[in-house]
């Protein structure tokens, strides 16, 4: 249904009338009254309405358009364009300024170069729909039994064939738990530690949110500075080798993508070994290296039983479906399944067998070669149109594109601000765990950066940017 518009113009204002078409409807839209997909009229119904030339409506469509507030199609004609959606509840609305007031803002979208969502047009959402259909039939058709809360047998199995072709991690099945996505297998490993109070390896810079739970947790953190060959072992052990855990993404670090060197990796594990000391190994980006292969799994290094793998299908395939997993070492997988069973139980059985039949079938390994291939050209084409523009300030960083800023540059500010185009790049500063320390940057996701809309959002980008600069 066409929305209706009720725009008021001034035709004795120096103003032209295009500019005030396009600012009236740009006002509609950011203060809500024009909702995502909305159809607005045709620029000649709109035309007629207003009593102005076809030509004037046209002009300001396509500057909405070029603005990203609007896309147009012959088949839908003229909509709204998707949008971050913070929070639709006002009731259900965090306090300002508060954990989960941040949290919502970090994960809203769809919108261009947010990170850690893959790209929807990878995925075979059909055949997926499919296999998830029919896995949900088979759940309902099933005797009402509760199911094993460490994940059903079927992806259990699958996960660790794939984990020992394409992470080299030899482990057995019931070694691996089903959970609720990192989140999930992160809370669950925490619980089966028991060492409140002690102190925890985290990475300098890293995932704000995994900085969080380990708080939560009650565990003292010591951030260890992160270069090209990954965490720091040495300045970890100068400054807390008592220390009982530590975090790390070292396959493609987060969020700098640099791999974790086997020097260090060697270092770290016999630190653990001796100290008694528990590694968690975030495999974030499982597969997803753009280039050359993946570097093997940390664990696939681990003799001594000191580290536990968790990954997650949030990248691969969707971050709805909250499916993840835990590969605990031998001497805890007791401990893992007890606690599975009275404190966190697998999510619900269907999606782990829809998951565990795309990849039986082959369809989960095809699709990543796909998504590899897809997100490669969209990163060379990201790189090519920024580079001219900003030189050197531009670097890959796996599945991000990091635009370096001047020192002191509130990137927070200007992702607050591009947020309102519809585009929402990561602020590198949220990364860092203390402000002093903190570099300016912003991290844009090549997965949401569909090369259609690049030289327009990145346009955009970089004028928002200048204007930080000058002030």
Known sequence: MTQPLH????????????????????????????????????????????????????????????????????ANGTRVAERPALRADADDRPDPGSFMDRYLEFMAGPAIFQMGV?????????????????????????????????????????????????????????????????????????????????????????????????????????????????IDVDYGLEHAADAA????????????????????????????????????????????????????????????????????FSKTISPALRLGFVVAPLSLVPRFAEMAACLAPAPAPSIQLATAEFMHDGHYLRHLRRTKRLYASQRDGLLAYLRPRVGAAVDPTGLAVLLRLPDGTDDVSIVKETASFGIAPSPLSVWYPSAAGARSGLLLGIATAPPKQVAASCDRLLEVVERFRQR
Do not use: N
């Not at 004795?12 to 009254?33: C, F, H």
């Open 118 to 230: 893959p790209a929807q047009q990878s995925l075979p959402a059909k055949l997926f729909s499919r296999v998830r259909a029919h896995a949900a039939r088979a759940e309902l058709g099933a005797a009402s039994l509760y199911p094993d809360p460490r994940g059903e047998p079927a992806l259990r199995r699958e996960i660790a064939a794939y984990l020992a072709i394409a992470r080299g991690i030899p482990c057995l099945p019931s070694q691996i738990l089903i959970t609720g996505g990192f989140a999930g297998g992160l809370g669950l490993a925490l619980r089966v530690l028991g060492i409140d109070g002690r102190k925890a390896w985290t990475e300098d810079p890293g995932f704000p949110y995994t900085r969080r739970g380990l708080e939560l947790a009650g565990l003292s953190l010591v951030p260890v500075p992160v270069d090209a060959d990954g």
């Open 7 to 74: 725009l008021a113009l001034d035709r004795s204002a120096r103003t032209p009338l295009a500019e005030q078409i396009r600012s009236g409807i740009s006002t509609a839209i950011e203060s809500g009254v024009l909702a995502p997909g909305a159809r607005l009229p045709s620029w000649q119904d709109l035309a007629t309405q207003l009593g102005v030339a076809r030509g004037t409506v046209k002009t300001a469509y396509e500057k909405l358009a070029d603005a990203q507030l609007v896309v147009a199609s012959r």
């Open 245 to 312: 855990l530590v975090v790390l993404t070292p396959g493609q670090q987060a969020p700098l993508g640099g791999t974790l060197s086997l020097p260090r990796r060697l270092q770290l594990l016999d630190w653990a070994a001796a100290q008694g000391a528990w590694v968690i190994e975030d495999d974030y980006l499982s597969e997803l290296r753009l280039e050359g292969r993946a570097a093997p799994a940390l664990a696939s290094l681990d003799r001594a039983g000191r580290v536990i793998h968790i990954g997650s």
